[in-house]
């Protein structure tokens, strides 16, 4: 009887130790994401705004995507038109030139005040750009592919792989259209985030010289004694046009390129790949509208 016992307990125990071993294997991060920038949609007819959904989507067919982000400048004007075609590009479906998987959208100054890209000088165009953000957030909640949102500044989080993402629209703490959204994003790290799980923080505005312009060095501090709470894996911005790798307290950020071919040389995009503990992000060149591009 008492080897029955024995038996017993030891195999209740190695039940117990497996179940432990297969929950922290479900647990542990695995994704891949595009993070785009600066796409500044404009008036038809249509140039080069398809070359990147090609890219990506070409890239797609050698590896693993599981989202695209985009981090911000949408738009450059706000017109029925111009976000027509928007979404014929970026919203997920089967055409040749349709983006082919989920994308995030963050907005930038020039979705908020179309044309000067001065936030609090277009109420008119902001607000035509706000309610396709609010209708776009609405869907992808009701869909499950949105955790949480902050009503005012349309910040919002979610997760892909075992990875917490949040997306603070132009910037951690900005009110040039909203509530500063600085302690919505303490309270949904600590909700979504407490459990050790990589975070990745998205906004439009960077960590450059000319960013100061746009949030300042308090906000800047804010967010990152928030942010250095929890395991920050990477942090991405958009804003400035060209590709850089800024530093702030210890941590690299990511700024994107702009969509399109400029001064600086072609356009390009960043990949994620976050598996376990290990973080790699990437950049590939954009180098034609035929869906070519390589890897920097």
Known sequence: MLTKMIFATLLLFALSALNGYASEKKREANCTVVIAADLHFDMPPETDQFHHVLAINALGDHRRIDGVILAGDLFDKSDPKILDLYRQRWERGPGYRQIHY??????????????????????????????????????????????NIHRSSRSYSFDIGGV????????????????????????????????????????HYGFDAWALEWWTEEQRTQLFDILEHYNLAAFFVGHTHAKSVQHYRGYDIHQVNNAWRDEDGNASFDVLQIKGKRVTVETYEVLDGNGNFKRL
């Open 164 to 203: 917490h993402f949040v997306c603070g629209q132009l910037a951690a703490g900005d009110t040039t259209y909203c509530e500063s959204n600085m302690q919505w994003i303490a309270d949904d790290l600590k909700k979504y985030a407490s459990d050790g799980k990589p975070v990745v923080y998205v906004q």
């Open 102 to 147: 989920d994308t995030y959208p963050t907005f930038g100054n020039h979705d908020i005040s179309p044309e000067s890209g001065r936030p609090e000088q277009n109420r008119i165009g902001m607000e035509f750009n706000l309610h396709y953000l609010d209708s776009t957030l609405l869907d992808m909640k009701q869909a499950g592919r949105i955790l």
